[in-house]
């Protein structure tokens, strides 16, 4: 009896102990392989992984239109660790996935990593290619990703998101709002601490300014303006120019940021804020604002025009000399009305070299405007900053050659102009709030301005719309060839215009690059101009300011 009772305690021990060792190898030896297979499971459940934040383009009615959005994709991913051959699995999923086998086998040979994401986005053909395979270790199931339902609508004002955009491979946003408002989008991420589980936390959406229906129009009206003159690229702004609100932007080409990959790199930057140029002759409504606020002329101040200037060894013709001639006596009205260089470089003598600079800084010409997009550069003003620069640095200046600026620059300073002189920071995210940055001429200044404006565009009747008083300038630039010191044949024709005049709703700027056979502004960015406003003005039912024609 004594014998079996120490039998059955032996066996208990031993059944006892056994139980011990399976818990120490559980919690001990195998326990970070069981943590990490549970976190592994946890990410693709989503409970780890933080839904990224949605963003919005809005329209009149404040309704919302999801422009970047999550949805359901095939998600293949590897658990390394269960992989038995990570180089034979390398070599069979490079032509897959279209990355090098080595660079592959990096990532499937680490020995204890539970998960390595490998195609956010799979096609059918390489989810049946993978699924083919049979490897274990190797997964397809849905998982969620990033997708933009608008297509190429605002993509460079959007950006992308990339799959593997830092290092602990989270998804990072790349270029435009998806960057800019990266820490706010992205949300924070869960964690796993013992049997402790943190769940994430869901991203912002971004509500943008940018008016869906302005948008599509003014990219539609864009294309059809690169067709029509097979030029290269080409840009719009759509401004508020009482808040500094973006209400459209874009360039030519632009990008599929659900295929972004297919894309040209360069058509990811937004020229708009990221491309610097010669505005041209629309520089001249900031020569006349300057020298109407300091005193130095009156839109009636006149000048005999001789058709050309010859200063610091150089020839500075109109551009219309060889057909018309001379001018004779105009004023600065007329200046504006016929777009005379030499009426420029008057005004900016009259003015003076130090008080010209120093208001052009105060239209914002050496600072960032400071819009909530990624990248932006600012112009320069060199030319007028060499010690001792020669007064034909700032005759050129005066038209709008030889200095050089943003897309979004120049639109906010003509803004300021459309908002009795006052300039705003732009801004493309609704929940920030209008910022006045500063005064850059009076009110008064910026309404005779206005008004020149105004008369430059009857004169000339392209821009002009029924019952609306229409306040505009054109620009038709010659392209700098910097290694040779000299301008090109090619140009840059931009146009920038507001309405109604009177009580300024909205700021247009349409700048076309390169154009064929280089034609004047007027027969190319004004006439898009015109069917752009028109729209604009039929879309808000904005009421007409003028009864005459």
């Known amino acids: 009896m004594a014998f079996r009772f120490a039998v059955l305690i032996s066996a208990f021990s031993l059944i006892y102990g056994g139980l011990v060792w399976k818990l120490y190898d559980v919690q001990l030896q195998n326990g970070s392989l069981y943590s990490n297979a549970a976190e592994t499971q946890l990410r693709l459940a989503g409970v780890l992984e933080p839904v990224r934040g949605y963003i919005y383009l809005s329209d009149k009615h404040g309704d919302k239109i999801p422009v970047a959005m999550n949805a359901d994709f095939p998600f293949v991913y590897a658990v390394p660790k269960k992989l038995a051959n990570a180089e034979a699995a390398a070599a069979s999923l490079s032509a897959i996935i279209g990355r090098p086998a080595d660079f592959l086998t990096s990532i499937l040979g680490k020995k204890n990593d539970p998960y390595e994401p490998l195609i956010t986005k799979a096609t059918k053909e390489q989810v049946d290619a993978v699924n083919e395979l049979n490897i274990d270790g190797l997964y397809v199931v849905q998982h969620p990703a990033r997708s933009y339902p608008l297509n190429n609508l605002a993509s460079q004002v959007v950006g992308f998101v990339s799959a593997n955009g830092s290092k602990d491979n989270r998804p990072q946003g790349q270029y435009g709002i998806e960057s800019f408002y990266n820490g706010d989008l992205l949300g924070k991420e869960g964690a796993v601490d013992g049997d402790v589980v943190k769940s994430s936390e869901a991203g912002k959406d971004i509500v943008l300014t940018i008016d869906r229906n302005i948008q599509a129009r003014a990219e539609n009206i864009l ?6 003159h097979d030029a290269p690229s080409g840009s719009f702004i759509v401004e508020e120019p009482k808040t ?56 009636d101040t006149t000048y005999y025009d001789a058709g050309s200037v010859k200063m610091n060894g150089r020839t500075i013709s109109n551009w219309d000399y060889e057909e018309k001639g001379a001018h004779g006596n105009i004023t600065m009205t007329q200046v504006i009305e016929q777009s005379v260089n030499t009426g420029a470089i008057f005004a900016e003598k009259q003015i003076g070299h130090k008080t010209f600079y120093d208001y052009l800084k105060k239209f914002g010409l ?32 005066s038209y709008g050659q030889g200095l050089s600026v ?27 709030k209008p910022e006045v940055i500063r005064r850059a001429v009076s009110a008064d200044a910026a309404k005779k301005v206005t008004d020149m404006m105004i008369s430059a565009v009857d004169k000339a009747a392209i821009a002009k719309i029924p019952g609306y008083f229409v306040a505009g300038k054109t620009g038709t630039a010659y392209v700098p060839d910097f290694g040779k010191n000299r301008y090109t044949d090619q140009v840059i024709n931009t146009y920038v215009g507001f309405a109604p005049a009177s009580d300024p709703q909205f700021v247009i700027l349409i700048k076309l690059d390169k154009p064929a056979r280089a034609p004047l502004a007027g027969t190319t960015v004004v006439p898009a101009f015109r069917e752009l406003a028109e729209f604009i003005l039929s879309y808000y039912n904005v009421k007409p300011d003028r009864t005459e024609n």
């Open 366 to 397: 050496k600072e960032l405007t400071k819009i909530d997009l990624p990248g932006e550069r600012t112009g320069s003003l060199a030319p007028m900053e060499v010690r001792g620069a020669p007064d034909v640095n700032f005759a050129t200046a």
């Open 244 to 299: 500094g609100k973006i209400l459209a932007m874009g360039g030519l080409p632009g990008f599929d940021p659900n295929n972004y990959g297919g894309a040209d790199i360069k058509n990811f930057l937004n020229p708009n804020v990221q491309g610097v140029y010669e505005p041209g002759s629309i520089f001249k409504v900031i020569t006349m604002a300057t020298g109407i606020d300091s005193g130095a002329i009156t839109p």
């Open 223 to 228: 294309g059809k303006l690169t067709s029509e």
């Open 406 to 432: 943003t897309p979004i620059r120049l639109i906010s300073a003509i803004s300021a102009l459309a908002n009795g002189g006052i300039l705003m920071r732009p801004y493309v995210n609704a929940n920030l």
